[in-house]
């Protein structure tokens, strides 16, 4: 997806799926990710993305206060021949919004 503003929520009670849509509700995907942990609880809500011949892969969702986050496979088709390339992180820091 463009680079841009997103919201990313549960889909329902569910939460082994998310949906990412776009603020103006041309774009979005629903995420099937798994669960990963920290040894402690996070101090903000991020973000973090696996960057492979700078192309940016959402990696992980962390929530502040929380110590366990959401994690996405990064392995599609077009990252197959980028494997080679050691990929870098990025973090972002992300906006909790009040329903």
Not at 41 to 62: C, N, P, S
Request: proline fraction near 6%.
């Amino acid at each position: 997806m463009q680079a841009g503003t997103y919201t990313i929520q549960p889909l329902n009670t569910n939460e082994s799926v998310v949906e990412l849509r776009s603020l103006d509700l041309k774009a979005g995907m629903f995420l099937a990710p798994c669960t990963c942990a920290s040894d402690r609880a996070q101090h903000e809500t991020k973000l973090v993305f696996r960057v492979v011949d700078g192309q940016y892969f959402l990696w992980q969702i962390w929530t502040q206060g929380y110590d366990e986050g959401r994690e996405l496979s990064i392995k599609p088709p077009e990252t197959q021949e980028a494997n080679f390339a050691p990929p870098h992180t990025v973090v972002v820091v992300a906006t909790v919004g009040k329903a």
